[in-house]
C-alpha cells in the first residue's frame, strides 16, 4: 500500500522507516515546514539526514504530500485539542480524495469524533486509529473483536510518564520533582511534562475509549481529570503500610463516565503496572475481564500499531 505520512517526529519517522518491513510504501513524507513526494516510494533514511541537516524532510511544500499519489494517509503530527487543527483538516482532506486515514493524533478522534466518523462514512477510505490509544496495545482491535456493544467499562494505566514518576516514587521513596527530572533526563518525559503529568494525555484516552464503546458524543471537556503534580509522596508511604500503590488510572464507566486520577490500587493488582509500562482492562459481558498490557509509547513500538492498522486496510 502507497504511503503518505504526515509527521516526521518519533512515530511518524519510524512508521515511515518501518512501511518497507510490512510490505509498504512511502510515496509522500512531511513534516511542519517541508516535504518530499515520489510515486515510486521515497528515500525515507535520505528524508530523515535532510531533516537532521536543514530541519526538515524535503524541499516541496508540506501540502503537496496531501495532493500526493497515496493509498493511505498516516495522521502522525501533533495532537492539539479543541478544534484539533491541522490534524482534522488532514483528514477531511484525505477523504474527500476517497482516501484511507490511520491515526496516531490522537486530536481528531478525541475532539472531533463524530465530525471524523462522518467524513469517513461519506467517503470510501476507511478510518483506523489503533495507535492513539496505549500505543502498542491492540485495545481497540480488541474491542473491535469482541463488540463495542458487548464492552460494559474500561480502566487502566494510559500514560507512561506518569506511572514512570508514580512507581519510582512508591519504590524508592523519591519526591516528585526528583523523579519528574530523573524522567526528563532518560528521555521518558518530555521538557514540558504538563500534558502528561495533568493527566490531559490519559484523559484523551479515555474520551476516545468512550467514543468507541459508547458510539461517539465525547471529547476532553467531558473527562472528569486530576492529575499527579501535587500527588504528595506521604500518600505513597501510607498506601505502602496498607500493602497498596497509587496508579494514575483512566476509566469510562457503563454509563459513558469518563474519569481519570491517582488511584489506590493493591500492589499485585494488574493495574500496578510499572515504569512506563500500559495496562488496559475490559470488563465484557461474556468474556470477562481482559488485560491488555505492554509499552505505551515509543516510536517504533507505536508504529507497530499504526502499521497494523494499514495491514488492515489490505
Known amino acids: 500500500m502507497r504511503l503518505c505520512v504526515l509527521g516526521a517526529g518519533a512515530v511518524g519517522a519510524s512508521t515511515a522507516r518501518l512501511a518497507s518491513e510490512y510490505g509498504h510504501t512511502v510515496t509522500a513524507f ?19 539526514a535532510h531533516k537532521e541537516r536543514v530541519g526538515s524532510v524535503g524541499e516541496s511544500d508540506p501540502s503537496d504530500a496531501l495532493a500526493a499519489e497515496y493509498d493511505a494517509l498516516v495522521e502522525a503530527t501533533p495532537t492539539t485539542l479543541g478544534d484539533a487543527h491541522p490534524g482534522f483538516e488532514h483528514v477531511e482532506a484525505a477523504f474527500e480524495r476517497d482516501k484511507h486515514v490511520v491515526l496516531a493524533n490522537k486530536g481528531p478522534v478525541a475532539e472531533r469524533y463524530d465530525d471524523v466518523v462522518a467524513l469517513a462514512e461519506a467517503s470510501a477510505g476507511e478510518l483506523r486509529f489503533e495507535a492513539t490509544v496505549a500505543g502498542t496495545i491492540p485495545v481497540l482491535s480488541t474491542i473491535e473483536g469482541v463488540g463495542a456493544e458487548r464492552v460494559n467499562a474500561v480502566r487502566g494505566v ?54 468507541v464503546i459508547h458510539g461517539g458524543g465525547y471529547s476532553l471537556a467531558d473527562v472528569d481529570v486530576e492529575g499527579i503534580e501535587d500527588f504528595p509522596g506521604s500518600a505513597l508511604e501510607v ?76
Open 30 to 48: 512531511a513534516d511542519s515546514t517541508g516535504a518530499v513526494v515520489d510515486s515510486d516510494g521515497i528515500d525515507v533514511d535520505g528524508a530523515l
Open 158 to 211: 494510559l500514560n507512561g510518564t506518569a506511572n514512570f514518576v508514580l512507581s519510582r516514587m512508591s519504590a524508592d521513596g523519591l519526591g516528585y520533582e526528583h523523579v519528574l527530572a530523573e524522567a526528563q533526563d532518560l528521555g521518558v518525559a518530555e521538557a514540558d511534562p504538563s500534558f502528561d503529568v495533568d493527566g490531559t494525555d490519559a484523559a484523551l484516552k479515555g474520551a476516545i475509549l468512550a467514543n
Open 239 to 314: 498506601a505502602a503500610e496498607d500493602g497498596r500503590t497509587v496508579r494514575l488510572i483512566g476509566e469510562v464507566t457503563a454509563t459513558g463516565d469518563i474519569r481519570v486520577g491517582p488511584r489506590l490500587v493493591p500492589e499485585n493488582d494488574p493495574l500496578a503496572v510499572t515504569g512506563t509500562e500500559n495496562i488496559v482492562q475490559l470488563d465484557t459481558e461474556h468474556a470477562g475481564r481482559l488485560n491488555l498490557s505492554g509499552a505505551g509509547a515509543g516510536g517504533p513500538e507505536t508504529a507497530t500499531a499504526v502499521l497494523a492498522d494499514v495491514t488492515r486496510l489490505d
